[in-house]
Nanobody, 128 residues
């Protein structure tokens, strides 16, 4: 399994932007499908976006489609989540996740059980 470390969280104003990064260790990152989830206080963990191992396909939850963009750089073992037009309700702890069966799973497999590596999370706070 890859080890994942998120960064880039912090405080942003509503309407603003943040870019989250997730650095992965290990030589097999390029074979992993990657995803981003978030968990707000008192709520269940929510799927946000996923990207195929090659980066050629992406999939988004309706709640963030058009505002968030997932991307990856396999040469840097890093996946990103660009978040634009932030809303107060986007405040949460954001997690990146890796799916080692990425080549055999469709990019839109969005249940957290489809991901077997998780980072520790990075907190995003949005001021209204």
């Amino acid at each position: 399994q890859v080890q994942l470390v998120e960064s880039g969280g912090g405080l942003a104003q509503a309407g603003g932007s943040l870019r989250l990064s997730c650095a992965a260790s290990g030589r097999t990152f390029s074979t992993y499908r990657m995803g981003w989830f978030r968990q707000a206080p008192g709520k269940e963990r929510e799927f946000l976006a996923a990207i195929s191992a090659s980066g050629g396909s992406t999939y988004y939850a309706d709640s963030v489609k058009g505002r968030f963009t997932i991307s990856r750089d396999n040469t840097k073992n890093t996946v990103y989540l660009q978040m634009n037009t932030l809303k107060f309700e986007d405040r949460a702890v954001y997690y990146c996740a890796g799916d080692r069966f990425g080549y055999s799973r469709p990019v839109n497999a969005d249940h957290q059980s489809h991901f077997d590596s998780w980072g520790q999370g990075t907190r995003v706070t949005v001021s209204s």
